[in-house]
């Protein structure tokens, strides 16, 4: 399904950007995208490397989620 948009028909791709270099463009953003998806997978890393498991953890009264979450994983572990 296409949107129409107020600034571009999307049906027509040079349309979209006709003043900008196109190859240029797009490897900009790809770049960009790439280096912040690496950037947060190695925060993500840190964390990921020092978990352990807690079999009765301590929550808080808005972590209700956790505990459904918790409940419904047992199904898939011993």
């Known amino acids: 399904m296409l949107?129409?948009?107020?600034?571009?028909?999307l049906r027509r791709p040079d349309a979209i950007g006709a003043s900008l270099?196109?190859?240029g463009?797009?490897?900009a953003f790809a770049?960009?995208?790439s280096k912040t998806a690496?950037?947060?997978v190695r925060?993500?890393?840190r964390i990921w490397n020092t978990r352990r498991y807690e079999p009765r953890p301590r929550l808080?009264?808005?972590d209700e989620g956790i505990g459904l979450f918790r409940?419904?994983?047992?199904?898939?572990h011993p």
Request: one cysteine or more; a positive charge.
């Open 31 to 33: 770049r960009a995208m």
């Open 43 to 45: 925060k993500d890393l």
């Open 3 to 9: 949107v129409a948009t107020a600034c571009a028909d």
């Open 71 to 76: 409940h419904w994983g047992r199904q898939f």
């Open 38 to 40: 690496v950037g947060e």
């Open 21 to 23: 270099p196109r190859h």
């Open 25 to 27: 463009l797009h490897r």
């Open 60 to 62: 808080l009264a808005n």
